[in-house]
């Protein structure tokens, strides 16, 4: 968000205003939608609506298109840093854009696979949430074509300090997927920085990631 507010306002000579509004608070394995909607209607309910709405990330890109049409019907939107799945199938309409990506996380099982050719086990790290929610939905179908050479070990159900305990005691030839951390099962919250740094105290396995 704060990189495409700079070069917003550098673009224009009049203040835009942003507000911001989570869909998908942390900690929550699925908040209620109809709050949210009320209380979207109710702040601009006095005033103008939005110039442009933004989503950023795949569960607000959900939220807005299930609820276009109580949510600012006619402003455009943009939906940016989505993957496409979560746009669905239907086509966007006439004031509507995406800044869209495709992500194939099983292009790193073939590279975990080409340097560790002997690795039988892959144990995959996700936080829970909407976001992870839907990605454990799409990666154990991803991932059906190497259920004849690997077993996956999901986190899924475990608290952080179970995670921790699960990468630590891996068996031989195994390997981690690091997808994303954020909110574990028991609740809690473990940035990226912190969860990295105690897979490398911790971890019997090496740890393989797609992000920065």
């Known amino acids: 968000t704060a990189a495409f507010r700079a070069p917003l306002q550098d673009r224009t000579h009049d ?29 601009f309910a006095d005033q103008q609506s939005p110039a442009l709405v933004v989503t950023v990330g795949g569960p607000a890109a959900a939220f807005v298109r299930r609820h276009r049409p109580r949510i600012f019907p006619t402003t455009p939107v ?10 669905g199938s239907a086509a966007l309409a006439s004031n509507e854009t995406s800044a869209s ?7 790193v099982l073939g590279d975990i696979l080409q340097l560790l050719p002997d690795t039988r086990n892959v144990f995959v790290v996700t936080g829970t949430g909407p976001l992870n929610t839907f990605w454990y939905t799409e990666l154990q179908r991803n991932f059906a074509r190497y259920r004849d ?26 390997a981690i997927f690091y997808i994303s951390s954020g909110t574990f099962a ?9 969860t990295l740094a105690d897979f490398s105290v911790r971890a019997n396995a090496p740890v393989f990631g797609v992000h920065g």
Do not use: C
């Open 15 to 43: 203040p835009v205003t942003l507000v911001e509004f989570v869909v998908a608070p942390a900690g929550f394995t699925e908040a209620p939608e109809q709050p949210m909607i009320d209380f979207l209607q109710s702040i």
């Open 78 to 87: 943009l939906f940016s840093a989505v993957e496409k799945r979560y746009l």
């Open 149 to 174: 050479r690997l077993q996956f070990i999901w986190s899924v159900d475990l608290s952080y300090e179970q995670v921790l305990q699960q990468a630590a005691v891996l068996p031989r030839h195994s």
């Open 101 to 107: 990506v495709s992500i194939d996380y099983t292009k």
């Open 186 to 194: 028991t609740g809690g919250w473990q940035n990226e920085q912190r």
